[in-house]
């Protein structure tokens, strides 16, 4: 394989994601066993498996996008990045939780130096490609990308002993610049034209135009959120928050008529869909639980049904969804080669949302523990069932262009 392709498999770039995704499941299971489990988890969905999806697939719509030629960034530097990535992701995981700072900060520095390595090279093609439309779409992957060095420097600091009340206020300001800058700048960033591709059809003319008006509004808000609550200041904290709820909706105006016009009947779509929706639920259990605490060190206290919600909710949802389009997608073959693996990735649709969602309600319920625990086991099955159904839709695929090429290597000797 040429370094300059990006089709067919490529472990560094296919692997991580599904791989962090099934340890928290492990994590999830031997909870017991584990330090620090909630947070593990959280960060194996969220810094593991999101933030390597959101390296790899801002890469590729931006070549998508622009047009840039292959050798501006190739595989082999593309793939040293991921590594680079994999390694401070891993380090991380170890280093909270068995409390090993300077572990710690080697990960955080590693994850930061990978995503901005990842941001000059967006640039680079920015700046390389023809004036075109959806520019704006490389511009939300740059605001990203400058938010993790920040978040990371956060996460940094937090693995340090500090006292209650500056834990609560930097955990709300770590999450706001991780979750709403990095992670919803590039969710916001791509489904602006992913999301009528996923569902085959044309994108509201008007998408672009929300997209570039919604992201300054965006970028002041999650200031607002990280510096109100660096600074102890409820109301700019939930200032902020409210800022980027407005701006999210502003945003999402783009999402509506492609979804009138074919209402998402596959599992992506409505996984997506869901994952969105709950977005909004997290922005506003944190302003509410900012808003009820009596003190910074409550907010704290409080976080781990927003944590959870965020991971499995928003982000793990976000994920299976979006994967389950794009990988039978980008291993291409043709129409009907990619239909045969989109079906396998549609299967019980409706009963894997319905188990996520109602096992996710059960852990953030006031219910008995036995109750909580029967959740996570539902939500962690639902959640799973995607890595055989990913499995099974890319075998069939590659049996199907099999098939294919076979078929038409027989035509000139039938004919
Ligand atoms: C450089 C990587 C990162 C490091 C070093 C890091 C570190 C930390 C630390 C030390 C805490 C506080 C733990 C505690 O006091 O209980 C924390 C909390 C949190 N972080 Fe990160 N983090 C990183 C990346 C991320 C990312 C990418 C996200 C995505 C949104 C994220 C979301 C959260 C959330 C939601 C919490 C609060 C929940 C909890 O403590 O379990 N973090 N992080």
Redesign the pocket.
């Known amino acids: 394989m040429s370094t300059l392709s990006t089709r067919g498999f490529w472990g560094l770039r296919d692997r991580p994601a599904v791989a962090w995704l099934v340890l928290a499941a492990a994590v999830a299971a031997a909870r017991p066993w584990v330090p620090?489990p909630?947070?593990l988890m959280?960060?194996l969905v969220?810094?593991g498996a999101?933030?390597h999806a959101a390296t790899v697939w801002s890469t590729h719509f931006s070549a998508a996008l622009l047009k840039t030629r292959p050798e501006l960034d190739d595989r082999s530097r593309q793939s040293q990045r991921l590594l680079l990535l994999l390694v401070?992701?891993s380090l991380?995981v170890v280093?909270?939780p068995w409390e090993l700072w300077p572990v710690?900060v080697t990960?955080?520095t590693a994850?930061?130096a990978a995503v901005v390595w990842h941001g000059i090279q967006l640039w680079r093609r920015l700046r390389a490609a023809l004036p075109g439309r959806f520019r704006i779409t490389i511009r939300y992957y740059l605001v990203a990308a400058a938010a993790?060095p920040v978040?990371?420097t956060?996460?940094?600091i937090?693995?340090r002993e500090l006292d209650d009340e500056l834990?609560g206020r930097l955990?709300v300001a770590?999450?706001a610049i991780?979750?709403l800058g990095?992670?919803g700048m590039i969710l916001t960033g791509t489904l602006v034209t992913l999301w009528p591709t996923m569902l085959r059809t044309r994108m509201d003319q008007r998408a672009e135009h929300f997209a570039r008006q919604a992201l300054p509004w965006l970028v002041v808000a999650v200031v607002a959120v990280a510096t109100g609550a660096t600074l102890g200041s409820r109301w700019a904290t939930v200032t902020g928050l409210a800022m980027y709820a407005g701006a999210l909706l502003w945003w999402g105006r783009a999402l509506i008529l492609p979804a009138r016009t074919a209402p998402p009947r596959h599992f992506s779509t409505r996984s997506v869909s869901v994952a969105l929706g709950w977005l909004v639920i997290c922005l506003v259990m944190l302003a509410v639980l900012v808003l009820q605490a009596p003190t910074w060190e409550d907010v704290?206290h409080g976080?781990?049904p927003?944590?959870t919600a965020?991971?499995i909710g928003f982000?793990a949802q976000l994920l299976v969804g979006a994967l389950s389009y794009l990988v039978p997608s980008v291993l291409g073959g043709g129409p009907s080669v990619v239909r045969t693996g989109l079906a396998w990735l549609d299967r019980w649709s409706t009963a894997r949302l319905v188990a996520t969602n109602l096992g996710l309600l059960l852990v953030l319920l006031p219910v008995p523990d036995s109750v909580k625990v029967a959740g996570g086991v539902l939500v962690g099955a639902a959640v799973l069932t995607f890595v055989p159904l990913m499995g099974a839709g890319i075998r069939a695929a590659v049996t199907a262009r099999e098939d294919l090429l076979t078929e038409v290597a027989q035509r000139p000797a039938d004919g």
């Open positions: 620090k909630t947070w959280v960060h969220l810094l999101l933030t401070g992701v991380v280093g909270v710690t990960g955080a994850v930061a993790v978040g990371a956060y996460g940094a937090l693995a834990t955990i770590h999450t991780m979750g990095w992670l704290d976080y781990k927003l944590a965020l991971a982000a």
